[in-house]
Every structure is written in C-alpha cells, then in structure tokens.
C-alpha cells in the first residue's frame, strides 16, 4: 500500500483465523463432482474498487472444480490436494503457502475440513 493509501485503509487489526466465526457462502452445485461439501467464509477487508479481498475461507471434505482468481493462500487447517489442469498437483496442509494464477482450472479434492486465509486480486 502507497503511503497515500495509508489514510484511507481502515485499521489495522488482528484476528485468530482459526476461530472467526465464518458465514454460509454459496457454492454452484455444478462445482460438486462428489461428496457434499459446504463452503463458509468471512471478507476481513475488501478495497473500495473491489479488487483486492482478504478474508477466511473454509470447505469441508468433497470434490470441487473452480476456476481461480489470482490468489495467495496460507491453510490453517485441513488437507487438500488441487490439481490444475495442464499444471502441478498441490497437496497442501496447515502451514502450506499457495499461489493460484488468475484463470487456472482446478479441482479441489478436500480430505479434512480445509481453512485458509487469503488474499485475492481482481
């Protein structure tokens, strides 16, 4: 953030990402590849344009396909394995790191309740 921008951010603040209380978010039921997972999430902090979001974000175990924004992510808990197509297989677990490219394919298989917190740019 440029230190003009600095004025007009909200805050700063701390949060424990393991135990914000998370919202029902909805999930395109032609997504599901299997299983029945349910998505919840929490916007922290969102731009005034729209085009950065941070926030928390959680699924429970099942298949899902997605289409990704640019992201980075770090899992506090859970485990996941996302495959992007024409691309790496990620498995990731609490404490992984993730970067997902504007535009990829991927299909997300959720071994244990997965949560992250994130950041997104439009």
């Not at 394919?105 to 917190?117: C, N, S």
Request: charged share 25%.
């Amino acid at each position: 953030m440029s230190t003009s921008d600095h004025s007009a951010a909200p805050a700063s603040f701390s949060v424990s990402v393991a135990d914000v209380e998370l919202e029902a978010d909805d999930l395109d039921p032609g997504q599901i590849v299997s299983g029945e997972p349910v998505v919840t999430g929490k916007v922290l902090w969102e731009s005034a344009d729209g085009k950065q979001v941070r926030g928390i974000w959680q699924i429970t175990p099942g298949v899902v396909t997605d289409v990704e924004a640019n992201e980075l992510f770090v899992v506090v808990s859970g485990r996941a394995t996302v495959e992007v197509e024409g691309g790496e297989t990620l498995e990731v677990g609490p404490g992984s790191a993730c970067v997902l490219r504007e535009g990829d394919r991927t299909t997300w298989t959720v071994h244990e309740t997965l949560r992250k917190a994130y950041h997104i740019s439009y």
